[in-house]
């Protein structure tokens, strides 16, 4: 894990004592400094490109130079996903620098971002805390962050406190539940109940895993009073698949919400199938989903995934826009153990969901079975 | 609240630099405790590399044990496949021969590569020392080791094994000086003969229970067969000459080069060709090399009956007590150490 390597936290060492003696005007020319440096060491092979990428990001408010850079990203980004699809390894960080630069592209066209120099966005797309993964942030938002920083004590315990409790998550609860999704050796699952028990570990275990990265992601930014979006909010405590969404992963599912379903959904009201909303909803629902499963990978199980995830999605919409006010006005609909109940059901769904996320598709398909019907792996 | 927060933030490091003073005492108590009793069968949990670095770091640093050590190396045949660590051949071992303190420090799938990797950082360390010479002895040696035991740079030119990070090196030669920090592999290792997340989820049942599983039960001997473990040792009638030295040595080069360690180290080794599981090698050849090394370095030619063994390679338990007791019986015909 680069956030324990003594390198990454020599380099956290230097930026945080740079961006504490410089004036604010410079503190963007220190990140990116930094930035460049940690993007040298840990991904040298890669750094031209990505500041080449950035650079072209820089001017983009030209519309040929944003065509030619937004496909170059989306291009690149297929490229790397597609198991065995490129003769390199994809850059460090690349599918999170991959979204936060098409943001940047698209709102430069539709001038919500005015000015974004070079430096700026060198400091931005390289913010080393965040370069690893991620989580996805906005530029506006970066740059006032990083103006309205302060180095500060208060700052610093908090940034530890958050730093140690991703620790925790990580190397305590998602380590220790990884060796029991590890028992999935094909051949070796021996029942319903072990099935079951791979299952949920792993339900968990990714939960902890990316949880902790944000939670180190956010406290190494909260070091130097840079404050960086939430990527959780207890997901598995959602009430419906919707809400989980909102819970999990929370800057991916607005990048998507923003740049894919809603200019999905736009554009479809402008074609014939304008008379049937529900329709509509679940086309984009389904493209959204397929899209965040891409972006995990092209591999046929995270596409699975995100496919499922939209029918999910498409169903609870058409479900919430279909149910009689009969049952939504009822007091039992709201109380206590009707969202207890929501929870469980939600959650189980999200982790079957897991099954083509975790494995192979053959081995899923098998898991699946032994889950349901019993037998052995 | 700026102020509340410095001071949470000095009374931490004040109360690690506190810890920071116990913690050498703590190390060496219960480091003490599990690679110094010889009631307690050593053997690395779950076949995990982790407690190898801590181990070699403790036999390095304190290179005379309280009883003669015996390090035995090898794979999966030695760690004792589906035997709990009481029934492997090294524990029956100790049984044998209760003045010494054994060491499993076998691993699955160890290559005799690995192995000959392993000896060169913990020779010094130990009195006698059992390798097996595993079914293949292709030049290969986990990477990881470089960064678990200190590896010569021979070795590492040799086997194509990374060299440690010099940036890594650097920074971690001042953070080094946080003890807490250093040792926190050889802590989780002495504590739990594994790391802690990998000795939470082998006894998980248990820690759920309230209760710290126990090392399983000694499983009741049969009365060995009477065809059971042989062990022999070749010896060539005159030392081979050097042109017959050098042939053999670019067959077999990790095998030779055990015989060099443990003549220039002075520390005996016992390598052990099973029939069936070692790569074949003739019985001149470990005739000539017996009669090159003896004593400080032999081979010696274990044959394990069929019927001691659960799928033709891996010892019974019983087949352990037969492989055990000829080890000791060879080892007090002609004692190396």
Known sequence: MIFTDLLFLFLVACCWGSFAAVPPGRRSAVLALWGTIFYVAYAGASVILVIALVASAAFSNRRAVAWLTGATVCGLLIVFKIPGGAPWIMPLGFSYLSFELLHVIVERRRGRIGSASFVDLLAYALFLPCRIAGPIRRFPEFTHAVAEARVSADNVYAGVLRILIGLAKKLVLADTLALTTAELIPGTVIGRQHAWTIVLAYAFRIYFDFAAYTDLAIGFSRLLGIAVPENFSYPYLAVNIREFWNRWHITLSHWVRDYVFVPTGRALFGTFLRPWPALIATVSYLVTFVIVGAWHGLTAGFLAWGAYHGILLSAHHVIRTKMPASITDHAWYRSRVASAVSVAITFAFVAVGWVPFMTDFATARRLLVVMFLGGKS | ?337
């Open chain 2, 1 to 337: 609240m700026r102020s509340r927060a410095l001071r949470r933030l000095v009374v931490a490091l004040a109360a690690l630099v506190v810890i920071d003073l116990f913690e050498p005492a703590v190390l060496r108590s219960l480091e003490e405790a599990r690679y110094e009793d010889p009631a307690r069968d050593f053997r690395f949990e779950n076949s995990d590399l982790f407690g190898l670095g801590p181990l070699v770091a403790y036999l390095r640093e304190h290179p005379r044990g309280r009883q003669p050590r015996v390090l035995f190396l090898g794979n999966s045949v030695i760690f004792g496949y589906e035997l709990s660590a009481s029934d492997a051949v090294p524990a029956r071992y100790q049984r044998f021969d209760g003045s010494a303190k054994v060491f499993n420090a076998a691993i699955n799938g160890l290559s005799t590569a690995s192995s000959l990797v392993i000896a060169r950082a913990a020779v010094d360390s130990v009195d006698l020392t059992y390798a097996l010479l595993g079914p293949i002895e292709a030049p290969v040696v986990l990477p990881i080791l470089p960064r678990l035991i200190p590896v010569d740079d021979a070795d590492l030119a040799q086997f194509h094994l990374p060299a440690p990070n010099r940036i890594e090196q650097l920074l971690a030669a001042p953070v080094n000086r946080w003890r807490l920090y250093r040792d926190g592999y050889r802590l989780q290792a002495a504590l739990f003969g594994s790391s802690t997340r990998q000795f939470v989820y082998l006894h998980k049942g248990a820690l759920a229970r309230g209760l710290i599983a126990r090392v399983r039960a000694e499983q009741p001997s049969r009365p060995l067969p009477e065809e059971t473990v042989t062990i022999t040792e070749p010896m060539a009638d005159a030392v081979p000459d050097a042109a017959r030295q050098l042939e053999l040595r670019a067959q077999r080069p990790e095998l030779w080069q055990f015989g060099d360690l443990a003549r220039s180290r002075r520390k005996p080794i016992v390598l052990l060709q099973v029939e069936g599981h070692s790569k074949p090698l003739l019985t001149a050849a470990m005739a000539d090399f017996n009669r090159v090394f003896a004593p400080q370095a032999r081979v010696l030619f274990v044959r394990v009956p069929p019927q001691l063994t659960m799928d033709g390679m891996h010892v019974t338990s019983t087949g352990a007590v037969a492989f055990a007791r000829a080890l000791r019986d060879a080892r007090l015909k002609d004692s190396p150490r």
